[in-house]
Every structure is written in C-alpha cells, then in structure tokens.
C-alpha cells in the first residue's frame, strides 16, 4: 500500500494514507465512522488499488454490498488479482442473489486461491445454499479436509463454527453441540460466540449476580417485616384508646385534643395581638422565604419579626 502511495505526490499520499488509517482502525468497532473516512480517500485517490480496495470493505461492514461489489471490481481490473473473489462472491449474496455466488464458486478463479481463501470460498458457497433453502448441501459443502484437521489455523474456528450452525439448520442437534465445542476449543481470540450457543443448547441461562445482590434487601429484623405487614393490612390495632380515639374521637383522649386545640388558639392571639392580625407582612412579596419557590425572585428586605 505504501509503494503505491508513492504514485501520488507527498502532501496528497500522507492525507490518503492518514485516511485509510483511520478505515483500518475504526472498521470494527465504528464501520459507519469507517465508511466516511473511506469517502475522502476515494475523493482524493480513486486510481489506488489499495483505495478501492479500502473503500470495498467499508462499504462491505455497512451493508452496501453494492457499493462494495463495485469497489472490488475495480480493484481487481487494477491489480488482476483474484485474492477479493470470496468476499465478491458474498456480496452477491447480500444482494440477494445466491444462485450468482454458487456460480461464483464453480469458476475457475477459485483454483488461483489460497487455501485461506479456498476455505472463505467454502463459508460463502455454504451461505448461498442455506440462504436458498438447502441446509443438507450446505453441510456437504463445509466437509473438507480442512473441517477434518485437528490443526488450529486463523479459519478453523469459522469453519467449525459455519459447520455446527449448518448441522442445526438441519436438524442435527446433537451433532451440532459437539462441533459448537469443537469451535469454542479452536477459538482462542473470541471471534464466535461459540460458548453462547453452547449454553442456549444446554438450557443454560446467565444471570447477573450483582444486579441480583442488589435487588434483594432483606430487613436486619425479621418482626420489623411483619409489623409493617401488620400495619399495612390494619390487623395491629396497637392501642385500643389510640384506636377508640381515632375512630370516634370520644372519650379521654378526645377531651385531651380539645384542651390542646383552645391553648393553641390562645397562642396564636397572644402572638398577633389583640387586633388578631400579624404585625408582618406574610404576603408572597414579602415572605423572605419565598425566593426559595423561585431561585430568581430577590429575597424580600422585610425580616422582621
């Protein structure tokens, strides 16, 4: 990629180069990000192969089988390379198509690639034949030699992976779960989510125990429990005059209420005067307090009393 960034002049190969950069790094976890950053190294080095080539893949993480299919395409008049011929295959796909993927995989290109792209040729023939309804020819398709060896390469975990989802596509559980755990073995950089699917064929569910933990607060005293049960439902009475008084508001009690009601009365005019008006001015305006309704009214200059 560098060699031939060298066809462009300084300033223009270091703002290309900066961009395809950031395509490599954000394609993962941010491809829409991805994507835009492909757009202006396209605007600005459309005859790049590796450009194209960049610009394919972003729009392949997007969606835009299209756009990528296109891309690729052009990559491919440029270089003569056939090493993008999987993922065109696969864009067909998305597409919708995948009687032209299936003719893809039959074509000749498909002896010129390596065995790693023999292998995503396979992945991609098998998609077809599942997308159009033949999960038993998909299971077929997947059986090579590379599905039988018991060496680890960069595919084998996507290979075993694509092979137990094939098998349950059709109905073989059983056989699916032992190459689900075949995947999981091979997978040392989490690129599946093999041991997830293992679990939803076990019947396993996670839970999270510290959302859990902190769900349940279970009182410190078991009576406490109760007696706010007790309250809640009215079976404790607790004092049966209490009760006597709050129902009726006869009896002892009731006369004790009465006192207590007349002494407040004759607290509140011995505090407002004999004219039983306030000597402050307890209006809105005047309320010292009342700038704590509104933060922005001006506390009021009248305190008082």
């Given at each position: 990629?560098?060699?031939?960034?060298?066809?462009?002049?300084?300033?223009?190969?270091?703002?290309?180069?900066?961009?395809?950069?950031?395509?490599?790094?954000?394609?993962?976890?941010?491809?829409d990000?991805?994507?835009?950053?492909?757009?202006?190294?396209?605007?600005?080095?459309?005859?790049?192969?590796?450009?194209r080539?960049?610009?394919?893949?972003?729009?392949?993480?997007?969606?835009?089988?299209?756009?990528?299919?296109?891309?690729?395409?052009?990559?491919?008049?440029?270089?003569?390379?056939?090493?993008?011929?999987?993922?065109?295959?696969?864009?067909?796909?998305?597409?919708?198509?995948?009687?032209?993927?299936?003719?893809?995989?039959?074509?000749?290109?498909?002896?010129?690639?390596d065995?790693?792209?023999?292998?995503?040729?396979?992945?991609?023939?098998?998609?077809?034949?599942?997308?159009?309804?033949?999960?038993?020819?998909?299971?077929?398709?997947?059986?090579?030699?590379?599905?039988?060896?018991?060496?680890?390469?960069?595919?084998?975990?996507?290979?075993?992976?694509?092979?137990?989802?094939?098998?349950?596509?059709?109905?073989?559980?059983?056989?699916?779960?032992?190459?689900?755990?075949?995947?999981?073995?091979?997978?040392q950089?989490?690129?599946?989510?093999?041991?997830?699917?293992?679990?939803?064929?076990?019947?396993?569910?996670?839970?999270?125990a510290?959302?859990?933990?902190?769900?349940?607060?279970?009182?410190?005293?078991g009576?406490?429990?109760?007696?706010?049960?007790?309250?809640?439902?009215?079976?404790?009475?607790?004092?049966?005059?209490?009760?006597?008084?709050?129902?009726?508001?006869?009896?002892?009690?009731?006369?004790?209420?009465?006192?207590?009601?007349?002494?407040?009365?004759?607290?509140?005019?011995?505090?407002?005067?004999?004219?039983?008006?306030?000597?402050?001015?307890?209006?809105?305006?005047?309320?010292?307090?009342?700038?704590?309704?509104?933060?922005?009214?001006?506390?009021?200059?009248?305190?008082?009393?």
């Amino acid at each position: 990629m560098r060699q031939e960034l060298m066809s462009l002049p300084k300033t223009l190969a270091e703002d290309v180069a900066r961009n395809l950069v950031m395509v490599a790094r954000l394609l993962d976890e941010d491809p829409d990000l991805a994507y835009g950053y492909s757009r202006v190294a396209l605007r600005l080095a459309s005859r790049v192969a590796a450009v194209r080539e960049a610009a394919g893949f972003a729009s392949y993480a997007t969606e835009r089988y299209a756009e990528a299919l296109a891309e690729f395409r052009a990559c491919r008049r440029m270089t003569g390379t056939v090493d993008l011929w999987p993922v065109m295959a696969d864009c067909e796909r998305g597409m919708g198509r995948p009687e032209r993927a299936l003719e893809m995989a039959g074509a000749p290109e498909v002896h010129k690639l390596d065995r790693a792209g023999q292998v995503e040729m396979r992945l991609v023939a098998a998609g077809a034949r599942r997308d159009m309804g033949q999960n038993d020819a998909a299971v077929v398709t997947l059986q090579s030699p590379e599905l039988a060896s018991n060496a680890v390469h960069p595919w084998t975990a996507r290979l075993r992976y694509a092979y137990a989802d094939a098998l349950l596509a059709a109905g073989r559980e059983d056989d699916a779960r032992e190459w689900f755990a075949k995947s999981l073995e091979a997978d040392q950089s989490g690129t599946t989510d093999a041991s997830d699917r293992l679990a939803q064929l076990d019947g396993v569910a996670f839970v999270d125990a510290l959302d859990d933990a902190d769900d349940e607060q279970p009182a410190a005293d078991g009576s406490a429990v109760a007696d706010r049960d007790d309250v809640a439902d009215g079976s404790d009475t607790g004092n049966p005059a209490d009760a006597e008084a709050s129902e009726g508001g006869d009896g002892e009690h009731g006369d004790d209420d009465e006192d207590r009601d007349r002494d407040d009365e004759g607290r509140k005019d011995r505090e407002t005067g004999d004219a039983g008006e306030p000597d402050v001015d307890l209006t809105d305006e005047a309320d010292p307090t009342a700038f704590l309704d509104d933060p922005f009214k001006e506390p009021s200059k009248n305190t008082e009393g």
